[in-house]
């Protein structure tokens, strides 16, 4: 007999052996139960997980054990799996008639479930009050590989290789292998765009755990942040879903200092039968109730919202351009920050910006292209010191964003939207193991006759990429030209030399430009990384009238190490 079974016949027992009956109000069927030894079990009337020290170590739902033998469970850790959390309590905190809050305390914070009769999953949120100075911080379930056999995310679903698949395969890099065949196995093809997800998780034929984030104001980074979402734990065969609260998987660098206080969630766990479909259905219903009433916190609650129009030195309106809520007076980009809380939109076809549900307190606004009508846009705008104030929306006078003047662009490869999208290889999907190394060594490209798909999204074999433009005169009136090498991504490994009609005006190396290394082209992206805007300026003298050309030459390669292209532009100065 299991021990709720015995709980239950106990409880019973009492109810009858009480008299006279007493009328009393309603109580929460959700629990929490301390076994002794660090040990304790929480759930309701569906679901129930016996959490130890550091790991959930047993989840049933439906008369089965979801985590079984080989499992780690559910745990909360920093800097990758360096530092799991240690729980030295565990309480029931707040409660009402059909719910309970509780917490479990480490040393660096608290973890709440928060747990409603009824309810397949549970409301989680973390509250930081000794976090070190970290880059990754975590919640995960690593689940029964017999259960979870298959994974989702807003862009890849399908079946989780199985662990024999490992057996015969070499290992090539972190938790990626190539089979027999030629083809990889590796976790970060199970990768995403993680501001874009709406329901996310591992399931199998008849069960299914997701991850519904509706509010993502507590990650870090900006629209194109990306992290690993689920993945097949090689060792055990695990079926890991990641819930990347604060994450680097990308990124060059993101180490923050967070405040006592610094809370992450609540967001939704949610457990059912495998469909999808009710999982979307379930989104659409956490999100339709984001920023969540139930959750009594006075700073999270204190909430406005911003409204602007942003217009182009040129006349146009900012249509569809990136916008971005993040740190005031900030030398980070919007990629690294993340020691607050930070919000994204997009523009509209009049250049109108609003941002609703803004946690109070002073921000940055950052704006930049996203291709579109706005493609050809090289700046950016930043706009300091935002105030947001609660229950009010803080109006911003138009704002005027300079940029160059079109009749100064010689010429342009793809869009400056700080991503490859538009180039050949970037897709469809943006992941993929060792894609970059299909690309050429040596590419001309002619300005006039070839197209932005003609270029690749990314380079890093030994080679040359060529670019030839004529002109037919020099401009009186510059005595300059600025070529940008826009890198949606950049892996350091390889390098490259620029030349200007043979004649070296850069480069293209970590050594050369301080250029520090992503995490980004050898772990499969194909469309973002960590961007960066390399500048050059071209003597007048340089160029001539007639044929010209500016070669991007390789000259060290990298396995699988190099850069994602942006946009290549030059224009007179």
Same mark, same amino acid.
Request: neutral net charge.
């Given at each position: 007999?299991? &021990? ?12 009858a052996s009480a008299a006279p009956a007493v009328q009393r109000a309603a109580s929460p069927k959700s629990f929490l139960k301390d076994l002794g030894n660090s040990t304790w079990v929480i759930g309701n009337d569906i679901w129930n997980m016996t959490q130890g020290r550091q790991y959930g170590i047993e989840l049933m739902y439906e008369g089965k054990d979801l985590v079984g033998p080989t499992a780690t469970g559910h745990y909360v850790s920093y800097n990758g799996a360096a530092s799991d959390l240690s729980w030295t309590s565990a309480e029931i905190v707040d409660s009402g008639k059909d ?56 862009? #890849? ?46 399931? !199998? ?31 055990? !065969? ?35 039968? !495998? ?56 030398? *980070? ?17 009049? !250049? ?5 549900? $803004? ?14 009508? *706005? ?7 930043? #706009?300091?010191? $935002? ?7 803080? #109006? ?11 009749? #100064? ?33 040596? &590419? ?22 060529? $670019? ?46 301080? &250029? ?17 805007? *390399? ?28 850069? *994602? ?9």
């Open positions: 007999m299991g &021990l709720f079974q015995i709980a239950g016949i106990a409880a019973l027992a009492a109810c719910w309970i809050n509780v917490r479990f305390t480490a040393k660096e914070g608290d973890f709440h479930w928060v747990i409603y009769d009824g309810l397949s999953g549970a409301y989680q949120y973390f509250v930081n009050h000794a976090l070190p100075t970290l880059g990754e911080f975590r919640t995960l379930w690593r689940l029964s590989n017999e259960s979870f056999t298959h994974g989702h995310t807003n862009v #890849k679903d399908g079946e989780l290789p199985p662990l024999s698949d490992y057996a015969t395969a070499t290992n090539v890099q972190d938790e990626t292998w190539q089979k027999a065949d030629g083809s990889y196995l590796t976790k970060y093809d199970w990768s995403a765009f993680i501001r874009e997800q709406t329901y996310y998780g591992v399931y !199998g034929d008849d069960v299914g755990s997701w991850y519904i984030n509706p509010g993502k104001d507590y990650y870090n980074g900006d629209h194109l942040k990306q992290e690993l979402m689920v993945h097949r734990e090689s060792k055990t !065969g695990d079926a890991v879903q990641l819930n990347m609260i604060h994450g680097t998987h990308y990124l060059a660098r993101s180490s923050d200092n967070f405040t006592d206080g610094k809370t992450w969630g609540p967001w939704l766990w949610y457990l059912n039968d !495998g469909s999808k479909d009710d999982a979307a259905k379930r989104w659409k219903k956490e999100e339709k109730a984001w920023p969540y009433s139930w959750f009594k916190d006075t700073a999270y609650q204190s909430r406005g919202s911003v409204y602007g129009k942003v217009v182009l030195s040129d006349g146009r309106p900012a249509v569809g351009a990136a916008v971005f809520l993040g740190d005031s007076n900030s030398a *980070l980009s919007t990629a690294d920050q993340g020691k607050d809380y930070y919000y994204t939109a997009y523009a509209d076809k009049n !250049g109108h910006i609003q941002i609703d549900d $803004v946690r109070t307190g002073t921000y940055g606004l950052y704006i930049w292209g996203n291709g579109g009508s *706005l493609a050809d846009v090289t700046t950016s705008f930043v #706009k300091n010191d $935002v105030v947001v104030i609660k229950d009010k929306t803080t #109006k911003l006078d138009t704002l005027k964003w300079i940029v160059t003047e079109k009749s #100064k662009r010689i010429f342009q490869i793809g869009d400056f939207d700080r991503t490859s999208r538009g180039f050949a290889l970037s897709g469809p999907t943006p992941f993929e193991h060792g894609r970059i190394a299909k690309t050429p060594g040596n &590419l001309t490209y002619t300005v006039g006759e070839s197209k932005p798909s003609d270029w690749y999204f990314g380079q890093s074999n030994l080679g040359t990429w060529s $670019v030839k433009f004529n002109l037919e005169s020099l401009p009186e009136t510059s005595t300059s030209a600025r070529l940008y090498t826009s890198l949606a991504g950049f892996s350091s490994g390889t390098k490259s030399n620029i030349l200007v009609n043979d004649q070296k005006i850069g480069n293209i190396s970590s050594n050369a430009v301080l &250029l520090v290394s992503s995490q980004d082209t050898y772990r499969g992206a194909t469309q973002a990384g960590e961007w960066r805007n *390399l500048q050059w300026d071209i003597k007048k003298e340089l160029l001539k009238v007639g044929e010209n050309k500016v070669d991007i030459k390789v000259t060290e390669s990298t396995r699988w190490r190099g850069w *994602l292209w942006d946009s290549l532009v030059l224009e007179w100065v």
